[in-house]
Structures are given as C-alpha cells and as structure tokens.
C-alpha cells in the first residue's frame, strides 16, 4: 500500500498519474480537510499536520509515502526523513529545473503556495538558475480554495487566475510552473489566460518515476497482476471522504 497526502483535494492530482503510472500498486488517500489550506499556516503547524497524517498513514500499513502537497514538503519532509529512516518518502517541489533548462524566452514563472516559496529547497533550486534564467514567483492567492469549492470554471475563479498569471506572461514567461498540487485542477483556466506559446508544467510525472524508481530499490513492487485499490481517508469526516471520491473520479 502506497500513501498519498495532501492538505485536501490537490494531491489528487498526483494520484491519478501514480495510478496510471503504477497499475498494480494500491493507494490510500488522506486529505486533511479540516485545516487546509497549509499555504499561510505556521510552520509549527505544518510539521504537526504532517507528522499527524504520516502516523495515520503508517498505522494503515503504508510501505511508502508521497507528501503531495509542496507545502508541507517544504516545511516538513527533513524532519519526517530523520524520525521515520526507514520509509521510503518522496515530496514535491516545483519544476523549477525543466522549465529553465527548457525556456526560449529566459523568463519562467512559477506559481505556489507563500510557504512553499518561502522554503529553502525552492530559493536554493531558483538561485542554482538564476544566472541563466529569470524566475518570477508569484502567489496563487484564492487558488487552493477554488478548488476546494469546486469553483475551478467560475468567473471569480478567472479573475484570480487573471490577477496572478497575466503579470508573469507580461514579463515574458513562456514556462509557468504549477508549484501546488491544487494548481492542476485549474490548468484549463490557467492556460486560458496565459495563452498559446506558454507551456505550463507540474511535477506529477517526476513523482511518479521516483515512486517507480524507489519501489524497485527496496524490492517493494507488488505483484505484477494484483488489482490495484484506493481508500480515501479525512481529518474532516466522512462527508470530506465522499468529497474526494467525488474529485477522483
């Protein structure tokens, strides 16, 4: 069993192409729910969810876990690392590297929660290419809650897009780097505003083959054939749980 946490329906995004990508493995989902968004929490706090989730994730018999939420890798996914050594972790981080090596216009604009932006895996990967590139971070505000209202196709929602995205393509950008795993469920809008020309690029494949990658290093690959299963687990009741199964399918 693979675990797969998030602060609520983001991550989401990430098991869907671990699903596809890993068809004999079986998942279990735990959206936070109760306290999400993570994105202007505390750092104090953000470690304590986490952990919390990991605990729960464990108890269930998890083999390896995917935080799939960059926030709280970025505040958290050391600290886990050292207390739980011999789980196999994989987190995200936004897809600074192949947008950079990959811009014709030299300007990448990457999209993410204000703690994940904050992080110092973020400011170290940014400043690796910032004597090749220029990279303009910009806070998706409003962008997590959309998604949580299931408001990704509304005109409010547009109009936060607008607010954010337009100002990265003004400057340039032809790679916007979605650094939330919420942000996926609003590419359609995001690619509406930001036009042709401008590719928009999220981190789930990378997850997936170092999920692939990791599996086959510690011999934990299941069965070639077994039949793949997801359970969904909250923090914020059964009605959140119908909530995710909903966004899932």
Do not use: W
């Not at 995004?13 to 990508?21: F, G, I, K, M, W």
């Not at 960059?70 to 897809?95: H, K, M, S």
């Not at 220029?134 to 959309?146: L, S």
């Not at 930001?194 to 590719?199: D, K, L, M, S």
């Amino acid at each position: 069993m693979i675990g797969v946490f998030d602060s609520g329906l983001g991550g989401l995004s990430v098991l869907r192409t671990l699903r596809e990508a890993l068809p004999y493995e079986s998942f279990i989902y735990l959206g936070d729910g109760a306290r999400c968004p993570y994105g202007e929490r505390s750092t104090e706090e953000v470690k304590r969810f986490t952990e919390e989730a990991v605990e729960r994730l464990l108890a269930e018999g998890c083999k390896l876990i995917v935080i799939a939420c960059n926030t709280a890798t970025a505040v958290a996914i050391r600290a886990l690392r050292e207390r739980y050594p011999d789980v196999p972790f994989v987190g995200l981080e936004p897809a600074v590297k192949p947008a950079a090596l990959t811009t014709k216009s030299g300007v990448v604009g990457v999209l993410a929660t204000r703690r994940s932006l904050e992080g110092d895996h973020f400011r170290t990967t940014a400043a690796q290419y910032a004597d090749k590139v220029q990279i303009i971070a910009a806070v998706g505000e409003g962008f997590v809650e959309a998604v949580e209202c299931n408001e990704e196709e509304s005109e409010a929602t547009e109009a936060l897009v607008r607010r954010v995205v337009e100002p990265l393509v003004e400057a340039g950008a032809d790679k916007i780097v979605l650094g939330c795993t919420h942000y996926p469920f609003l590419r359609s809008v995001i690619e509406r505003v930001a036009g042709e020309g401008v590719e928009i690029i999220d981190s789930a494949a990378a997850i997936a083959r170092r999920v692939a990658s990791l599996l086959d290093e510690r011999g934990l690959r299941a069965e070639e054939g077994a039949k793949q299963s997801c359970r969904y687990l909250s923090f914020a009741g059964e009605e959140y749980v119908e909530k995710l199964k909903m966004k899932d399918r």
